[in-house]
T-cell receptor
Framework: KQEVTQIPAALSVPEGENLVLNCSFT??????LQWFRQDPGKGLTSLLL?????REQTSGRLNASLDKSSGRSTLYIAASQPGDSATYLC??????????FGGGTRLMVKP | SQTIHQWPATLVQPVGSPLSLECTVE??????LYWYRQAAGRGLQLLFY??????ISSEVPQNLSASRPQDRQFILSSKKLLLSDSGFYLC?????????????FGAGSRLTVL
């Protein structure tokens, strides 16, 4: 059974810092890995999707990497802003879009 | 463009009462549909998924059921709610080959059972 772990559970940084969120998974036989953002009381917004054959994906200030063999992914946020404050969730797809989610990292960027 | 709607957005129900949460998708055909639950202090858990009308698969045994009466409609139900059914329920959809596409989520329905 796939297990997804995210470290740290919570993170508080001053505005402008570059930061890295970590995600690890136990079963490397994945189709893809997705990073989502969730604002309090809201649904999930997909940020980046990395296919199993890819190493990384970039969107604006966000860069996600995938090392399938070691069961790890990182989400790099450059020049963080207060608007980046949210919970970030990673999820792996082992079987046709049935995602297994990590517990999330709650990020606070202080002005 | 595709959109996904969930309602109601919030719901407060007494223990033992019935439940119906509805999810509809617009702008696509034959989507895969999913119900997830996010309980307080816990991660997102897949409850049900459907690859077509009348085709429902359950991931975990529970007090809930799901139905797909139309191609783009997915309903989550319960005959008698339990306190443990409280949580944030998210509907999602995808199309295409397995693993090839992003899962898109609705805004969620917050259920409080008292």
């Amino acid at each position: 059974k796939q297990e997804v772990t995210q470290i740290p559970a919570a993170l508080s940084v001053p505005e402008g810092e570059n930061l890295v969120l970590n995600c690890s998974f136990t079963d490397s036989a994945i189709y893809n890995l997705q990073w989502f953002r969730q604002d309090p009381g809201k649904g999930l917004t997909s940020l980046l999707l990395i296919q199993s054959s890819q190493r990384e994906q970039t969107s604006g200030r966000l860069n996600a990497s995938l090392d399938k063999s070691s069961g790890r992914s990182t989400l790099y946020i450059a020049a963080s802003q207060p608007g980046d404050s949210a919970t970030y969730l990673c999820a792996v797809d082992n079987a046709g879009n049935m995602l297994t989610f990590g517990g999330g990292t709650r990020l606070m960027v202080k002005p | 463009s595709q959109t996904i709607h969930q309602w109601p957005a919030t719901l407060v129900q007494p223990v033992g009462s019935p439940l119906s949460l509805e999810c509809t998708v617009e702008g696509t055909s034959n989507p895969n549909l999913y119900w997830y639950r996010q309980a307080a202090g816990r991660g997102l858990q897949l409850l049900f998924y459907s690859v077509g009308i009348g085709q429902i698969s359950s991931e975990v045994p529970q007090n809930l059921s799901a139905s797909r009466p139309q191609d783009r409609q997915f309903i989550l139900s319960s005959k008698k709610l339990l306190l443990s059914d409280s949580g944030f329920y998210l509907c999602a959809w995808s199309v295409g080959a397995a693993g090839a596409n992003v899962l898109t989520f609705g805004a969620g329905s917050r259920l409080t059972v008292l």
